[in-house]
């Protein structure tokens, strides 16, 4: 517990990642509120809701249609990997920078897939 009895707060991305690990051990696509009960500090099922559709947003889990809601489930490993990196790049103040050094470390064939999808990015259409 935090000051005067209060719930310690999380800080930023720790919920995302707590949930991510809830989808992770979940037997199959769950709704919010399956999320919700096996979080501890019981956020409110709006907050959840919330993350959830952060984390769709950021290609981390997926979602489909089931009845008038929603299941989730955790994106594949490419899905949570690229979460990590943009992490990794969001927490630093010369963006860049860092994609410099990362584009120059890169192999030959993975620097080719980059220009190809960048260029694909590009097409009109999509």
């Given amino acids: 517990m935090g000051d005067a009895g209060r719930p310690r707060r999380r800080g930023q991305g720790e919920l995302e990642a707590e949930v991510l690990a809830v989808l992770r051990g979940a037997p199959g696509a769950v709704g919010a509120a399956w999320v919700r009960e096996r979080l501890a500090g019981s956020p409110a099922y ?11 947003a ?20 490419a899905g949570v990997a690229a979460l990590r990196m943009r992490r ?12 410099a050094r990362f584009v120059t470390a890169l192999r030959p064939d993975d620097e080719q897939v980059l220009r190809d999808l960048l260029e694909r990015a590009k097409e009109p259409g999509d």
């Avoid at 489909?64 to 490993?77: C, E, I, N, P, Q």
């Avoid at 990794?88 to 994609?99: K, Y």
């Fill in 58 to 77: 950021k290609g981390a889990v997926t979602r489909r249609k089931a009845g008038r809601s929603f299941v989730w489930t955790a994106a594949d490993g």
């Fill in 46 to 56: 709006t907050t959840v809701v919330t993350i959830l559709t952060r984390l769709l």
């Fill in 88 to 99: 990794v790049l969001d927490g630093e103040s010369d963006r860049g920078a860092v994609l």
